[in-house]
């Protein structure tokens, strides 16, 4: 199994006051959960366990848009400088697919792929997935069934997020920064019907920003 790090249930987190936070979001917070400065120490990590395990392979990092930008562009930023600073390096090119699961803070059973045509073009490829947070598992089921109808020759997934949660469907990703509480998060790119993808540190968001920003 993965190794992670793991936020308790009962993690209290950290006041916004101790930290920079978007004025126009102060109201709509109750903690940071992990700041950012956290994060990239992870993703660092993260970055050197994939170039050991996939080392000697061409990687093909795929992108899940939207909420993955993010942890994307910084976690290859690690790995190159471990290409650049290292004995060991990995020839490495990207590619991008969305994915669609939720209406407002519910994750639904309808998963819907765009830019899954363009995954024909991974075939015999060693593909690392690039994926902010899972939760069900479904999402990231549903990707690695329609990749497998591609015949990569290898496939790996990195998450920055893991959720706790009774809905899971048992799924672990091959590297996972972080294993969550059960609470619907925000910042570092991971969004509430598009908002809160500017804000630096990943909180948690009270019930009056879920009514407030509400589609």
Request: net charge negative; proline share 3%; glycine share 6%.
């Amino acid at each position: 199994m993965a190794s992670c790090l793991q936020i308790a249930d009962d993690e209290r987190g950290h006041e916004l006051e101790l930290f920079c936070v978007p004025k126009h979001y102060e109201n709509d917070l109750d903690r940071v959960i992990i700041p950012h400065g956290l994060i990239m120490d992870r993703t660092e990590r993260l970055a050197r366990d994939i170039i050991r395990d996939m080392g000697e392979h061409h990687i093909v990092a795929l992108c899940v848009l939207k909420g993955g930008y993010k942890f994307f562009a910084d976690l290859l930023d690690y790995i190159k400088a471990l290409n650049q600073n290292s004995d060991k390096s990995v020839p490495l090119t990207v590619d991008f697919i969305r994915l669609k699961s939720y209406c407002n803070d519910k994750s639904t059973n309808n998963v819907k792929v765009i830019g899954g045509d363009e995954l024909s073009n991974l075939s015999g490829k060693n593909v690392l997935i690039v994926e902010d947070i899972v939760e069900t598992g479904r999402t990231m089921q549903t990707l690695l069934s329609l990749l497998s109808e591609c015949n990569p020759k290898m496939v790996k997934v990195v998450s920055l997020l893991v959720k706790r949660t009774p809905r899971s469907s048992g799924y672990r990703p091959d590297y996972i920064g972080f294993e969550v509480p059960d609470a619907f998060l925000v910042g570092y790119a991971l969004d509430y019907n598009e908002y809160f993808r500017d804000l630096s540190h990943i909180c948690i968001m009270n019930d009056q920003a879920k009514e407030k920003y509400k589609v």
